[in-house]
T-cell receptor, first 110, second 110 residues
Framework: DTAVSQTPKYLVTQMGNDKSIKCEQN?????MYWYKQDSKKFLKIMFS???????INETVPNRFSPKSPDKAHLNLHINSLELGDSAVYFC?????????FGPGTRLTVT | GENVEQHPSTLSVQEGDSAVIKCTYS??????FPWYKQELGKGPQLIID?????GEKKDQRIAVTLNKTAKHFSLHITETQPEDSAVYFC?????????FGAGTTVTVRA
């Protein structure tokens, strides 16, 4: 059984479009995260939700908006996509300290 | 905020030899130090972690050491195997988030 799943795995789109990435975890964890991994493999946190409430909002453009309909789901919506948004986006979840990552969504903006 | 530095950025070892990756952190309040392994096209996988009240932890061929005074922690992989080839990330957690090192690409030569 997949613990943290994301859809889609690959996303290719043009500049200016709006797109969403979905994440679900079946671990029963209270906290979920979105990370961005750039072309140099650097992992940086973007957002964190605990029991559907936003607790971390790093310096991320307003074009990025997370939504947590329930504590098992955390979606990421991106408006007006730019070339620099191309990256791999990882969802993760945790119940105390240990964080478990999803398989990633590779976003390519052309 | 926390700043984690990781060295080396690349590491090539002969199968059967040991590999050591070192990290330093800046925030003395950090209290949890996980290590992740990321294989090509996959999400980071938690392989071992250590808390600030422990100096060393071992799990089969991998071990982690922590020196809180010097703010250093290290990952040791013994008897390396080809399947150990991956990118390894260290991280440090302060009160609310993980900060990651830049990653070490480990290649195990057969």
């Amino acid at each position: 059984d997949t613990a943290v799943s994301q859809t889609p795995k690959y996303l290719v789109t043009q500049m200016g479009n709006d797109k969403s990435i979905k994440c679900e975890q079946n671990l029963g964890h209270d906290t979920m995260y979105w990370y961005k991994q750039d072309s140099k493999k650097f992992l940086k946190i973007m957002f964190s939700y605990n029991n559907k409430e936003l607790i971390i909002n790093e310096t991320v453009p307003n074009r990025f908006s997370p939504k947590s309909p329930d504590k098992a789901h955390l979606n990421l919506h991106i408006n007006s996509l730019e070339l620099g948004d191309s990256a791999v986006y990882f969802c993760a979840s945790s119940q105390f300290h240990e964080q478990y990552f999803g398989p990633g969504t590779r976003l390519t903006v052309t | 905020g926390e700043n984690v530095e990781q060295h080396p950025s690349t590491l090539s070892v002969q199968e059967g030899d040991s590999a050591v990756i070192k990290c330093t952190y800046s925030d003395s309040a950090s209290n949890y130090f996980p290590w992740y392994k990321q294989e090509l096209g996959k999400g980071p996988q938690l392989i071992i972690d250590i808390r600030s009240n422990v100096g060393e932890k071992k799990d089969q061929r991998i071990a982690v050491t922590l020196n809180k005074t010097a703010k250093h922690f290290s990952l040791h992989i013994t008897e390396t195997q080809p399947e150990d080839s991956a990118v390894y990330f260290c991280a440090a957690r302060d009160d609310y988030k993980l900060s990651f090192g830049a990653g070490t690409t480990v290649t195990v030569r057969a």
